[in-house]
């Protein structure tokens, strides 16, 4: 495949998909904002900070310059934190031709206002411009060890579609598409406030019983936002959606989930922050899940109490409380 693709974001998941598009043929410059840590990629031709001990094939190459970023390839990768999705295609914006597609596979709301991100990419390059988010249940390091992993491809244009799907897809890594942007995308932002929540019960030495209680009333809370927001009710239960939320919520390389784990044994959020290192979209996604909750009138207590503990300094012992004192109800009701 003699396809150029650049890659915006040098952290775990911008490097993992960086080695993923190399080896199944593309030409692919890796950008990040920090030019020494750039430059020791250069160097030793690994990312030994978020993502070590894998070798950059060959045609892997790095920059710290958004115009050579943004003239080397119209098809961008966006895999920044969704805290700086926006500037940083502000800063790509001037330098890019009309013939630019635009895919991200972050996860996260932006923060001034709590737009979805293809919001944010139609705002800036037009709506007409071709835009597609990947996501799914996609621990980096796994991606990047080549073990089997599935994804959602969801774009505005089912083309574009198609296309990421034939640069990503291999026998060890299979893409699905979708036409559902906005479910896909609520699907993987909310599942990290339902993370860090269930970490949070594990830490507080609560059991099995509990994680597949919450797994599976946060679903009913990522729906009941998703359809809201205009999802397709059919998107949740898939790999964007319910598989992403088990990952999520059950294994350890879940940093929004060693967050809550830490949180519930009564460490410090900002130790524990430190101490991770790495993005935490669940933070932000909390208190823009819970804004949006309160807008259109969802009731969403897990996200509730899970802002209430991040932001409020509610006790984790106290917010389980509060959830398990409410009134029995019918399974099935909104
Ligand atoms: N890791 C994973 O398994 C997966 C992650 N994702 C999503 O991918 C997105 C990125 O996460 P991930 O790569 O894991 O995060 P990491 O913490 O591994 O890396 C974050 C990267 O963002 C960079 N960064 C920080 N600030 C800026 C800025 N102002 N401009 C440009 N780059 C900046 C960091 O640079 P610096 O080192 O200088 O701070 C670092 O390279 C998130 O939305 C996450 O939810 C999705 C699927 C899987
Ligand atoms: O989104 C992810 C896997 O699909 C990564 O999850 P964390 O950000 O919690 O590590």
């Given at each position: 495949?003699?396809?150029?693709?650049?890659?915006?974001?040098?952290?775990?998941?911008?490097?993992?998909?960086?080695?993923?598009?190399?080896?199944?043929?593309?030409?692919?410059?890796?950008?990040?904002?920090?030019?020494?840590?750039?430059?020791?990629?250069?160097?030793?031709?690994?990312?030994?900070?978020?993502?070590?001990?894998l070798n950059f094939p060959d045609t892997i190459n790095v920059t710290d310059n958004i115009k050579d970023a943004a003239q080397f390839s119209d098809l961008i990768l966006v895999c920044v934190p969704s805290q700086v999705f926006k500037q940083t295609l502000l800063a790509l914006y001037p330098h890019c031709t009309a013939r630019i597609t635009v895919a991200w596979a972050?996860?996260?709301?932006?923060?001034?206002?709590?737009?979805?991100?293809?919001?944010?990419?139609?705002?800036?390059?037009?709506?007409?411009?071709?835009?597609?988010?990947?996501?799914?249940?996609?621990?980096?390091?796994?991606?990047?060890?080549?073990?089997?992993?599935?994804?959602?491809?969801?774009?505005?244009?089912?083309?574009?579609?198609?296309?990421?799907?034939?640069?990503?897809?291999?026998?060890?890594?299979?893409?699905?598409?979708?036409?559902?942007?906005?479910?896909?995308?609520?699907?993987?932002?909310?599942?990290?406030?339902?993370?860090?929540?269930?970490?949070?019960?594990?830490?507080?030495?609560?059991?099995?019983?509990?994680?597949?209680?919450?797994?599976?009333?946060?679903?009913?809370?990522?729906?009941?936002?998703?359809?809201?927001?205009?999802?397709?009710?059919?998107?949740?239960?898939?790999?964007?959606?319910?598989?992403?939320?088990?990952?999520?919520?059950?294994?350890?390389?879940?940093?929004?989930?060693?967050?809550?784990?830490?949180?519930?044994?009564?460490?410090?959020?900002?130790?524990?922050?430190?101490?991770?290192?790495?993005?935490?979209?669940?933070?932000?996604?909390?208190?823009?899940?819970?804004?949006?909750?309160?807008?259109?009138?969802?009731?969403?207590?897990?996200?509730?109490?899970?802002?209430?503990?991040?932001?409020?300094?509610?006790?984790?012992?106290?917010?389980?409380?509060?959830?398990?004192?409410?009134?029995?109800?019918?399974?099935?009701?909104?």
């Open positions: 495949m003699n396809q150029k693709i650049t890659i915006l974001g040098a952290g775990s998941w911008g490097t993992a998909l960086a080695i993923l598009a190399a080896r199944n043929g593309c030409q692919v410059l890796l950008w990040g904002h920090n030019p020494h840590h750039i430059a020791l990629l250069a160097k030793q031709r690994q990312n030994r900070r978020y993502l070590p001990e972050t996860k996260g709301f932006n923060p001034d206002d709590g737009c979805l991100l293809h919001e944010v990419v139609a705002d800036i390059f037009g709506a007409h411009t071709p835009a597609a988010l990947l996501s799914g249940p996609t621990f980096a390091r796994e991606v990047a060890a080549d073990l089997p992993t599935a994804i959602t491809i969801a774009a505005n244009q089912a083309e574009f579609a198609n296309h990421l799907a034939d640069i990503f897809h291999s026998n060890r890594f299979r893409t699905y598409t979708s036409t559902d942007l906005i479910g896909v995308e609520v699907g993987g932002a909310v599942k990290n406030v339902l993370a860090i929540a269930a970490g949070i019960a594990d830490g507080l030495g609560f059991g099995a019983n509990t994680r597949a209680a919450l797994i599976t009333r946060g679903l009913n809370e990522i729906i009941r936002l998703g359809v809201q927001l205009g999802g397709k009710q059919e998107t949740f239960m898939g790999l964007a959606g319910l598989g992403d939320l088990i990952l999520t919520c059950t294994d350890n390389q879940s940093r929004n989930r060693r967050f809550g784990l830490a949180l519930g044994q009564g460490k410090n959020k900002d130790d524990i922050i430190k101490e991770i290192g790495q993005e935490i979209e669940g933070i932000s996604a909390a208190k823009e899940t819970h804004l949006l909750a309160l807008k259109y009138g969802i009731d969403m207590p897990i996200t509730e109490q899970t802002y209430k503990v991040l932001y409020e300094q509610l006790a984790p012992q106290t917010a389980v409380q509060n959830l398990l004192s409410r009134e029995p109800k019918s399974e099935a009701s909104d």
